[in-house]
């Protein structure tokens, strides 16, 4: 269940709804607070403030009125560029980048505030009353909140100097550097959370005896789409309590079919016992399977929109190299980041020593092919980032001293030395 929570919040805070409708319901709040201040204190504490005016019921409706209007003007525009901006992003780096650019805070907090401030000024601008009291249908008093006035005022400068910060904003978060250095941003937060690091205790394969799994028991995918991520813990306790060993067959971005075999286990009271679906049903929750791949626990999903802006920058359409070096100096620097960590063990055992987890086992070899080799043919078509490939890996080569790396990156220097353009 654990996994599933963490991609619900991942999808909630990344929203571009959500930062905007938390803003808005704090300046529904707050406008009633102060609104509630206003009655109490009443209008004495006005000449003691330099920057608050002494508003009549008229001008008070007429600044409320008018900061509402042009804020929800001006948040309709901020939606309609930041639209085009992620229009712009999607078409020139790939649509797997739509994601980033909705997840970006400016944009969130600049069209939050704008919504804050129509709201709040909405709220306060209903309680101003001019007062009547000769009417006897409608008896009221004058009331002005001149502290809620005044907060209005200094919303409105505050979304002037967001709307500065946006226009500033928008155009910066286009460009390929900024672009290129979030995902890189993003790569090294994800290099320490490699599954299953943080999974049980490791064990070496050769301290443990070959499993024979042909009398365990399979469990089946129910629905088709891409593993998400897993709950690390919650599928340690279900095989710490059901006493058996689970052996996962995917992981986090892998595609998964509906009846697909995901996973074996031997139960310790064997496979062919009757009450085993707690257990599946126990592992099942532990995994989170969602429509599309998500960088919450998939380094490569992060290592593919390297490729993908590469990819396309060096389309003929667009034949755009020195994107693409770029793309392969941040794809390096995340090798580098990972060959500075141990991989992790597939074997995870309890805090007893009973191997309880087998997982997918991820070496150099896969890391190397899901990044640099995805490349490789459209980097050879073009000689300057040929070049620059090749000066890449003699680079890595020199930081690095991982000997299964080390195999990896002769291979890719074979390729490129044998590699002959086509007459």
């Given amino acids: 269940m654990k996994a599933q929570i963490q991609q619900v919040a991942y999808r909630i805070s990344g929203s571009y709804w959500f930062v905007p409708t938390l803003m808005a319901i704090v300046s529904l709040i707050a406008s009633r607070f102060t609104i509630e201040i206003d009655r109490s204190i009443g209008v004495d504490w006005v000449e003691m403030v330099p920057i608050a005016a002494l508003n009549q019921p008229e001008g008070a409706r007429a600044l409320l009125a008018t900061v509402a209007g042009s804020m929800i003007t001006v948040a309709g525009v901020t939606f309609s560029l930041t639209m085009v901006t992620v229009s712009h992003a999607t078409s020139h780096y790939g649509p797997r980048l739509l994601d980033n650019m909705m997840r970006d805070r400016g944009n969130q907090v600049t069209l939050g505030t704008f919504v804050a401030t129509f709201l709040y000024c ?33 919303l409105t400068l505050a979304s002037v100097g967001v709307l500065i ?32 690091e943080m999974l049980g205790e490791p064990r070496s394969s050769d301290s443990i005896e070959a499993i024979d799994w042909s009398d365990g028991l399979a469990v089946r995918s129910t629905r088709f789409g891409y593993l998400q991520g897993i709950d690390e813990s919650g599928l340690m306790e279900t095989a710490i309590q059901h006493g058996a060993v689970i052996h996962l067959l995917i992981r986090p971005g892998d595609r998964v079919l509906l009846g697909q075999q995901i996973a074996t286990i031997k139960p310790s009271n064997g496979a062919a016992d009757a009450d085993t679906t707690p257990l599946i049903d126990a592992l099942i929750r532990c995994l989170a399977i969602g429509n599309s791949r998500t960088p919450t626990q998939d380094l490569f999903f992060i290592l593919h929109q390297f490729v993908e802006i590469a990819v396309r920058a060096l389309s003929p359409g667009v034949n755009d190299p020195f994107t693409a070096i770029q793309c392969i100096d941040q794809i390096a620097n995340s090798i580098t980041l990972i060959s500075l960590r141990k991989l992790p063990n597939p074997f995870r055992v309890d805090d007893k020593g009973h191997l309880r987890v087998v997982t997918v086992g991820l070496d150099w ?40 790396l080390d195999e990896q990156l002769d291979r890719l220097e074979s390729e490129l030395v044998a590699w002959k353009p086509l007459s």
């Fill in 365 to 404: 070899k896969q890391i190397i092919e899901e990044s640099i080799d995805v490349l490789l043919p459209y980097a050879l078509t073009d000689a300057n980032v040929k070049a620059h490939l090749e000066e890449t890996i003699k680079q890595i080569r020199s930081v690095t001293k991982v000997p299964q």
């Fill in 122 to 154: 909405l709220m306060v601008l209903r309680t101003v009353r001019s007062g009547d009291p000769d009417n006897e249908a409608l008896q009221t008093t004058l009331f002005v909140p001149h502290l809620s006035v005044l907060i209005a005022f200094l």
């Fill in 165 to 196: 910060y946006f226009i500033h904003h928008i155009p910066e978060s286009i460009h390929i550097s900024n672009v290129l250095d979030n995902i890189s941003r993003m790569a090294e937060s994800k290099v320490g959370e490699l599954f299953p």
